[in-house]
C-alpha cells in the first residue's frame, strides 16, 4: 500500500501568492479530511469529503481557502491569496468510512511557510 | 462531538507497561473511542478503537470502563520508539476532532 500521498512536502511562498497543496487518498476509500496542525490551535479538521461531495466545511478559515475533490483519487486544498499566518502542517487522511469503523490514514503532511 | 481530558504529559520506563488515561465523560452510547499517535512532526499513526468492550491489537490494548466515561491505553512495553503524543478521540459521524493529547516520554 502506497499510502495516502501528498505533495509538496514542502513549500515556502511570500505572502499574497497562491498556494496549492495535493493530496491522493488510499484507493477504495470514500472519505478524505484536510487538517492543519500549529503549535498555538493543535490540529485542526478543515474539511471533509464523502463519495467526493464536501460534507463539513465548517473548519475552514475563511474565504481564502477552498478544497475540492474531482474525482475519488484526488483532492487540492488552495489558499489565494496566501498570509504569513498561514504557515503550518498541512495533512490529508482518508479513510473507509461506515458507521462501525472510520479509521483515517494520514498523509506525512505539507509543511508551508509564508514569508 | 464529546469532548476529551488527557494529562498533558507521562513519563515511562522502557520496557515497562504504559497505561495513559482519557476521559471522556460526556460520551453517547454511539461514539467509539479512538486512539492515535504522533511521533515528531510525522502524520498522526491510528492505534485502536473500541466502542463497549476492551481491545487488543499488535500494538496496544484498549480499556474501556464499564460505564464508557472513561478509557485507558495499554502499550505493553513501551520502547524509546514510543515516544509520542497520544491522542485519545471520540468519534460521532465522519469526523474526528484532536484535543491536546498526552505527551508520553519513554526513558533508558
Known amino acids: 500500500d502506497a499510502g495516502v500521498i501528498q505533495s509538496p512536502r514542502h513549500e515556502v511562498t511570500e505572502m499574497g501568492q497562491e498556494v496549492t497543496l495535493r493530496c491522493k487518498p488510499i484507493s477504495g476509500h470514500n472519505s478524505l479530511f484536510w487538517y492543519r496542525q500549529t503549535m498555538m490551535r493543535g490540529l485542526e479538521l478543515l474539511i471533509y469529503?464523502?463519495?467526493?461531495?464536501?460534507?463539513?466545511d465548517s473548519g475552514m478559515p475563511e474565504d481564502r481557502f477552498s478544497a475540492k475533490m474531482p474525482n475519488a483519487s484526488f483532492s487540492t486544498l488552495k489558499i489565494q491569496p496566501s498570509e504569513p499566518r498561514d504557515s503550518a502542517v498541512y495533512f490529508c487522511?482518508?479513510?473507509?468510512?461506515?458507521?462501525?469503523?472510520?479509521?483515517?490514514?494520514f498523509g506525512p503532511g505539507t509543511r508551508l511557510l509564508v514569508l | 462531538d464529546a469532548k476529551t481530558t488527557q494529562p498533558p504529559s507521562m513519563d515511562c520506563a522502557e520496557g515497562r507497561a504504559a497505561n495513559l488515561p482519557c476521559n471522556h465523560s460526556?460520551?453517547?452510547?454511539?461514539?467509539?473511542v479512538y486512539w492515535y499517535r504522533q511521533i515528531h512532526s510525522q502524520g498522526p499513526q491510528y492505534i485502536i478503537h473500541?466502542?463497549?468492550n476492551n481491545e487488543t491489537n499488535e500494538m496496544a490494548s484498549l480499556i474501556i470502563t464499564e460505564d464508557r466515561k472513561s478509557s485507558t491505553l495499554i502499550l505493553p512495553h513501551a520502547t524509546l520508539r514510543d515516544t509520542a503524543v497520544y491522542y485519545c478521540i471520540v468519534r460521532r459521524g465522519g469526523k474526528l476532532i484532536f484535543g491536546q493529547g498526552t505527551e508520553l516520554s519513554v526513558k533508558p
Open positions: 473500541g466502542l463497549k
Open positions: 487522511a482518508s479513510s473507509l468510512w461506515n458507521w462501525t469503523s472510520g479509521t483515517q490514514y
Open positions: 469529503f464523502n463519495n467526493n461531495v464536501p460534507i463539513d
Open positions: 460526556t460520551i453517547s452510547g454511539n461514539e467509539y
